[in-house]
């Protein structure tokens, strides 16, 4: 079973940065890509940046520019540094990782993100 935790929420205020963490239980090679999502209440979840097992990046457009994905192969795991960070940018973040068929999408629990302004 894959396991996925997520660190490195809390309150920062506007202008500020934090660095969420992701560790994976076993290789991160087995997933195609991993990425970090977002949600707040009463939203859909939606993608924040992805890296892909080669290294590639893609990020929403709201955080471009602001936000880094990078993944370490040798402690299987993928950070997101966040810098510059604004209100609009509080929410809970997910780390995914997903593997391709019959596998599929695996989360960790979530990690609270608050930006005072």
């Known amino acids: 079973q894959v396991q996925l935790v997520e660190s490195g929420g809390g309150l920062v205020q506007a202008g500020g940065s934090l660095n969420l963490s992701c560790a994976a239980s076993?290789?991160?090679?087995?997933?195609?890509?991993m990425g970090w999502y977002r949600q707040t209440p009463g939203k859909q979840r939606e993608l924040v940046a992805m890296i892909t097992s080669g290294g590639s990046t893609n990020y929403a457009d709201s955080v471009k520019g602001r936000f880094t994905a990078s993944r370490d192969n040798a402690k299987n795991a993928v950070y997101l540094q966040m810098n510059s960070l604004k209100p609009e940018d509080t929410a809970v973040y997910y780390c995914n990782a997903r593997r391709p068929p019959p596998w599929g999408d695996y989360w960790g629990q979530g990690t609270q993100v608050t930006v005072s302004s």
């Open positions: 076993g290789s991160i090679f087995r997933f195609t890509q």
